[in-house]
């Protein structure tokens, strides 16, 4: 089955940095790869999603690259504020109606004044 | 639109005994999906339900079965709990489409399960 890795498990980032998370999955039929937001006792939530036919995507501070070769994927958070600061997880899934993630094991980012 | 709903929040139970959680998907969404979160970790895939047919099946033990109903709302049941069954359970509803392959995943708030 799938696999995803996630690195770095803790991140400390000053405000206004720049915060990178890495992910690396194992099965090449995964097409789909969300990344959720999860703040302490909350659900998590999605901010950005990309699929497999493309390589890059972005919403205002939030981008996602893809790349399929190397089966890793990684989130980019520009001008980061306090209230970015949460457990981030990447996801890999695979299908058209199945809809079965696998999640890394998170990145609690910590933006600091 | 209301989202994904689930019932009850949080339930306290003691080894042995079974427990059953509720989840209500989004309007128009067909697909619902169990996971568990342990703290301090990821979920983890549990089931995954589609127009009321098990789409699949994570690595969990036959102590946890599920069931969706005509109006795509789903039950999540758990028999002779574990201590280590305590975690946040979520419901995921999702709108899959087949062209484009899985839907986005709405979460429910989670059922918060302490087993003593």
């Known amino acids: 089955g799938e696999n995803v890795e996630q690195h770095p498990s803790t991140l400390s980032v000053q405000e206004g940095d720049s915060a990178v998370i890495k992910c690396t999955y194992s099965?090449?039929?995964?097409?789909?790869f969300p990344w959720y937001k999860q703040e302490l006792g909350k659900r998590p939530q999605l901010i950005i999603d990309?699929?497999?036919?493309?390589g890059e995507k972005k919403d205002q501070r939030i981008a996602v690259t893809l790349n399929k070769t190397a089966k890793h994927f990684s989130l980019h958070i520009t001008e980061t504020q306090p209230e970015d600061s949460a457990v981030y997880f990447c996801?890999?899934?695979?299908?058209?109606?199945?809809?079965?993630?696998?999640f890394g094991t998170g990145t609690r980012l910590q933006v600091t004044l | 639109d209301a989202g994904v709903t689930q019932s009850p929040t949080h339930l306290i139970k003691t080894r042995g005994q079974h427990v059953t959680l509720r989840c209500s998907p989004i309007?128009?969404?067909?697909?619902v999906s169990w996971y568990q979160q342990v703290l301090g970790q990821g979920p983890q895939f549990i089931f995954q339900?589609?127009?009321?047919?098990?789409?699949g099946r994570g690595n969990f033990p036959d102590r946890f079965s599920a069931r969706q109903f005509p109006n795509y709302s789903s039950e999540l049941n758990v028999n002779a709990l574990l201590l280590g069954d305590s975690a946040l359970y979520l419901c995921?509803?999702?709108?899959?489409?087949?062209?484009?392959?899985?839907?986005?995943?709405?979460f429910g708030e989670g059922s918060r399960l302490t087993v003593l």
């Open positions: 309007s128009g969404h067909k697909s």
């Open positions: 099965d090449s039929a995964s097409n789909y």
């Open positions: 990309i699929r497999s036919n493309v």
């Open positions: 339900y589609y127009e009321k047919e098990e789409r």
């Open positions: 995921a509803s999702s709108l899959p489409r087949a062209d484009l392959g899985p839907g986005e995943l709405f």
């Open positions: 996801a890999a899934s695979y299908g058209g109606t199945a809809s079965k993630l696998t």
